[in-house]
């Protein structure tokens, strides 16, 4: 079945750094992959849609400078978390499209849990 | 407004019963399509069962159905015979606009599924 592949699943940062974490589909092309964000025990909250090929489309509140998105090819995107604060310490899962039509399912990656400290 | 509404933040079943997690939505789109996956404590999202709104039969999937009532804008899922390894966080999802191929799919609060032995 197709795979989304996430790295890192775990990282730890000092607060003022940027972080990078790549979403990977490995068996399929992905035109949009989505990236969202999860507090503990709460829901997904949707950040952005990651567009092969041009900029990505960022939900209101999120801050496009903070979280930058980069969807260089059909296989990969990228989140980069900005000078990094305590407060972006989060789970963060990154989502691709398997498939066309009414029921393409998405499938998440494994998520990366992110701790500034 | 709220699109998808679980109203369950936890429910406890004994192992081999059913149970049945509660899911509304709010559209105006008449093709959308909803979603349930499950995301347990190592934080993957698993993709359980999916219902499209022009779908006349209620899906089902190995041990999972989804009880639509398209009237009533509920789309609950049931689980028959509860297994320990259910214990997990569910999360209803809708995407509307399901032909549209960039559209975006939005999660409910999550109910926490706990299963007694």
């Known amino acids: 079945g197709a795979v989304v592949s996430q790295h890192p699943s775990r990282v730890i940062c000092k607060s003022g750094t940027s972080v990078k974490i790549e979403c990977r589909s490995l068996d399929f092309q992905a035109t949009t992959m989505f990236w969202y964000r999860q507090f503990p025990k709460k829901s997904l909250m949707l950040m952005a849609t990651s567009n092969e090929g041009s900029k990505a489309t960022y939900e209101q509140g999120v801050e496009k400078d903070k979280f930058l998105i980069n969807h260089a090819s059909l296989t990969l995107s990228t989140l980069t978390v900005t000078s990094a604060h305590p407060e972006d310490s989060s789970f963060y899962i990154c989502?691709?499209?398997?498939?066309?039509?009414?029921?393409?399912?998405?499938?998440f990656g494994a998520g990366s849990r992110l701790t500034v400290l | 407004a709220q699109k998808i509404t679980q109203t369950q933040p936890g429910m406890f079943v004994q192992e081999k019963e059913a149970v049945t997690l509660d899911c509304t939505y709010d559209?105006?789109?008449?093709?959308?399509?909803l979603f349930w996956y499950k995301q347990p404590s190592s934080g993957e999202m698993i993709f359980l069962i999916y219902q499209g709104s022009y779908d006349q039969q209620n899906a089902t999937e190995g041990r999972y159905s989804l009880n639509f009532q398209k009237a009533r804008k509920s789309a609950n899922l049931v689980i028959s015979a509860s297994q320990l390894g259910d214990s997990a966080m569910y999360f209803c999802?809708?995407?509307?606009?399901?032909?549209?191929?960039?559209?975006?799919?939005?999660f409910g609060q999550g109910t926490e599924l706990s299963v007694k032995p």
């Open positions: 989502s691709a499209r398997v498939g066309g039509g009414g029921a393409n399912v998405l499938t």
């Open positions: 559209t105006s789109d008449p093709s959308y399509g």
């Open positions: 999802a809708m995407r509307e606009a399901i032909y549209n191929q960039g559209g975006k799919l939005i």
